[in-house]
């Protein structure tokens, strides 16, 4: 008991003296080489953090604007087998009156035929200048609340509430914007904005005014062509109000996952598949982000190995050219442990330093600047995802990898023969 | 206070074997300094780190107040040398990021002194020696005979029972020997045992007790009529 009692405060004692050896050291050691571990140290925490996160951020970037452009905090879809959403007017009041909801948007869609040179073809085997797609029936203010629509314009003008008679396109059927050959794709050639195209669905043709091209990096408005809802419907035959979308956009803070709940209280998942927005995500998306998030683990952790070798180096070099000091101190009687925990102190000094300039420099600037200028990618704007605890679990493991780094160079030093050391002996 | 029987320390050398110290015994008495003489390569620094608990004899044993040090483990040695021992080396042997009284304060520290208190007792021991004025200078920034200076500070600091002192003038001029050798003096006065190895017949005859040593054994064993 006394035995525990006295390695209990020895142990005590050696750790208060290895702070203060530490503390010493740190302090009066060359500014240079504690510049440049620290460096070292806040570029692999950098290189942990910011590596997965653009990885991943190409792809959060572009399921963010599939949130904010299309699907908002909750999209409702028909039922399988079925073509529209039944009951719509009812859900679609129950979205609106929902306490969390600030805008709520519908969409009717069908498939259609967008033809331009319906005027000048002379014979029906002439090649066509017409695209296939999904037409998609909006109120274009209602829209352009939810999803600011009105935004993704490049060329021409917005839909208005007068603009029956007109059609706004999304760029990815115009071969000016989407320059590719694809089996079974057609694309509009010489098509400008004012020009009439002729719109059929089902059996029904219109002819229409090209209003306007919409180009942003969401597919659902990329490879959509838009009328207004009344000309949809009148077009397609549809006497009820069953919409194809609902996308209910909520109140900042509000949780998708509580909307969802409610709405299903009321019995909405009877007539339409109600989804969170993360749940509509095609799953590919989830998968391409999974496997950057990998990436990304796999990159970070080459770069923690690497910097785990730099501190363990670094202390290696530190503790031999060191090594009569610390021999002599184990020679007057400073418990070995005192002198490792110094060493341990030292590399956690430099870990704390490190990831706190990164963090300074993470949160400070790069994540602000990224989110102000998104990396422009063709698919999306990549953001740089560093959600705060994924980030402090990173910045553990980097501290724990560098107190280890720093432990085992100060063991294999400090276990070396006393006189030995004190002597310079081999 | 301490006694050696019969110590023996063994080195290889490729095939061969050299005995450093060759069955070596003696005591030295609470209060007394001695120094333990011979020539180079004779074995004298040798026997110091095997009293001193530094090494490991070969064979033999030494007594510490009559209790066996040698079957201690290391981390009990270690605390014997803390506790009981203090150690001046030829080069002086100074952290070279610890001030001088930093370097003083550290084995207080280990002993569970607060900072208070071996603060205070490293500047005691420093102004004892000379080197009140210099507390907060690194060795970088004091001369060789300050910094064997310092390192005595250091060595009694925390009050040992026996101090040893490995060729403490060595580095030194003639003038600073002196002062050094001095210290010594003074500390032995005031009742200080130490053990002394020097190469150095004019500093040896200063000690009490002269050991001579020749090829690892004790040839001579001289008392100074002078002293005591």
């Known amino acids: ?426 | 206070m301490i006694r050696a029987e019969n110590i023996t320390k063994k080195f290889k050398s490729g095939d061969s074997e050299i005995i450093a110290v060759n069955d070596v015994s003696f005591e030295v008495k609470s209060g007394e300094f001695i120094s333990i003489s011979g020539r180079s390569g004779s074995g004298k620094s040798t026997l110091m780190y095997q009293m001193s608990l530094l090494d490991h004899p070969t064979s033999g044993e030494v007594f510490i107040d009559d209790k066996r040090v040698t079957n201690l483990s290391n981390e009990d040695r270690t605390i014997v040398r803390l506790e009981q021992l203090g150690f001046i080396f030829q080069d002086y042997a100074l952290i070279p990021e610890l001030t001088a009284i930093e370097n003083v304060m550290i084995p207080l520290l280990m002993q569970g002194l607060t900072k208070k208190e071996a603060d205070s007792k490293a500047e005691e021991s420093l102004a004892r020696i000379g080197l009140g004025d210099r507390l907060h200078n690194l060795p970088s920034q004091l001369s060789g005979g300050q910094q064997q200076r310092v390192s005595i500070a250091r060595a009694i600091a925390h009050e040992p029972k026996i101090v040893f002192a490995d060729e403490p003038t060595a580095n030194l001029d003639s003038e600073t020997s002196d002062i050094v050798l001095n210290h010594f003096l003074e500390l032995n006065k005031a009742g200080q045992t130490i053990i002394m190895v020097t190469h150095e017949a004019e500093y040896a005859s200063l000690t009490d007790r002269v050991l001579t040593l020749s090829d690892g054994k004790i040839v001579e064993d001289v008392r100074n009529p002078s002293r005591k």
């Open chain 1, 1 to 426: 008991m006394e035995r525990t009692k006295r390695r209990i405060s020895t142990l005590a004692t050696s750790l208060s003296v290895g702070w203060f050896l530490a503390l010493r050291q740190v302090r009066r050691s060359s500014i240079a080489t504690t510049v440049l571990i620290i460096f070292v140290m806040v570029l692999t925490f950098l290189n942990l953090v910011v590596v997965r996160g653009i990885l991943v951020g190409i792809i959060q970037g572009s399921t963010d604007v599939y949130k904010t452009g299309y699907a908002g905090d909750i999209l409702i879809t028909p039922l399988p087998k079925k073509d529209s959403i039944e009951n719509s007017p009812s859900i679609l009041a129950t979205a609106r009156a929902l306490p969390w909801a600030e805008t709520v948007t519908y969409r009717f869609v069908s498939a259609g035929t967008v033809e331009a040179n319906y005027k000048t073809k002379l014979r029906e085997t002439d090649e066509p200048n017409s695209a296939i797609g999904s037409i998609v029936g909006i109120n274009p203010i209602i829209e352009d609340e939810a999803t600011n629509l009105r935004s993704h314009i490049v060329e021409g003008e917005y839909l208005t509430l007068e603009d029956s008679e007109s059609i706004i396109i999304g760029a990815n059927f115009f071969r000016k914007y989407l320059d590719i050959e694809a089996p079974g794709l057609s694309l509009l050639e010489d098509v400008e904005v004012g020009d009439m195209v002729r719109l059929t669905i089902g059996q029904n043709t219109k002819e229409l005014r090209l209003k306007g091209i919409l180009q942003s990096k969401v597919d659902q408005v990329d490879f959509r062509m838009f009328v207004l809802d009344t000309t949809l419907r009148s077009m397609a035959g549809q006497k009820n109000f069953n919409v194809d979308e609902i996308s209910i956009f909520l109140k900042p803070g509000s949780d998708p996952e509580i909307v969802k709940a409610a709405m299903l209280a009321t019995g909405a998942g009877d007539f339409a598949n109600v989804q969170t927005w993360e749940e509509s995500l095609p799953k590919f998306l989830l998968d391409i982000k999974d496997t950057f998030g990998l990436l990304g683990n796999v990159v970070g952790s080459i770069g923690l190995v690497a910097a785990s070798i730099t501190i363990f180096i670094i202390i290696f070099v530190n503790a031999i050219t060191r090594r009569k000091f610390i021999g002599i101190l184990k020679g007057i009687g400073i418990d070995s442990r005192a002198v490792e925990f110094s060493y341990v102190l030292q590399a956690f000094f430099y870990a704390l330093i490190g990831i706190g300039i990164g963090l300074a420099i993470l949160y400070g600037f790069l994540v602000p600047f990224v989110t102000e200028h998104p990396i422009k990618f063709p698919f999306s704007d990549g953001i740089l995802v560093a959600e705060i605890p994924n980030t402090m679990i990173r910045a553990a493991i980097l501290m724990v990898a560098t107190v280890i780094a720093g432990y085992i160079p100060a063991r294999i030093v400090v276990k070396q023969n006393t006189l030995d050391a004190i002597l310079g002996r081999k």
